[in-house]
Nanobody, 122 residues
Framework: QVHLVESGGGLVQAGGSLRLSCAAS????????MGWFRQAPGKEREFVAA???????GYGDSVTGRFTISRDNAKNTVYIQMNSLKPEDTAAYYC????????????????WGQGTQVVVSS
C-alpha cells in the first residue's frame, strides 16, 4: 500500500505561484508513476501532470508551460510547481500513484491522496 498526503494548497492571486507537495509512505515511490489530478466543483476529475519513474513527464493541455512536476525519490515526495495561475485553476488537487507506465486516465491510478484545495482569485 502507498499512502499519499498532499500539502501546499491555499489562496493565491491570479498570476501567482504555488508549489504542492505529495509525501508518500508505506512504500518507496521510486518505481511508481506519480500523477497530479484536479477536480473543480461540478466537474470531472482531470489529469494535470504525471512523472514516470524514469523521469519522463506528461502534462494536460491546460497547464502545459505553466506547471512543472518533479520528484525527489530520496524524500519519497512528488511536487508540482504551478506558475501563472488562473482562476480556472481553482480546484482540489490530488496526488496519485500507479505502477508501470505513464498514463493520463484516472482509472489507471491505484493510490490516491485526500487532496489539497487551491483557490485562485481574479
Amino acid at each position: 500500500q502507498v499512502h499519499l498526503v498532499e500539502s501546499g494548497g491555499g489562496l493565491v492571486q491570479a498570476g501567482g505561484s504555488l508549489r504542492l507537495s505529495c509525501a508518500a509512505s508505506g512504500r518507496t515511490i521510486s518505481s511508481y508513476t506519480m500523477g497530479w489530478f484536479r477536480q473543480a466543483p461540478g466537474k470531472e476529475r482531470e489529469f494535470v501532470a504525471a512523472i514516470h519513474w524514469s523521469g519522463s513527464t506528461g502534462y494536460g493541455d491546460s497547464v502545459t508551460g505553466r506547471f512543472t512536476i518533479s520528484r525527489d525519490n530520496a524524500k519519497n515526495t512528488v511536487y508540482i510547481q504551478m506558475n501563472s495561475l488562473k482562476p480556472e485553476d481553482t480546484a482540489a488537487y490530488y496526488c496519485a500513484a500507479k505502477t508501470l507506465g505513464l498514463e493520463t486516465a484516472k482509472e489507471k491510478y491505484a493510490y490516491w491522496g485526500q487532496g489539497t484545495q487551491v483557490v485562485v482569485s481574479s
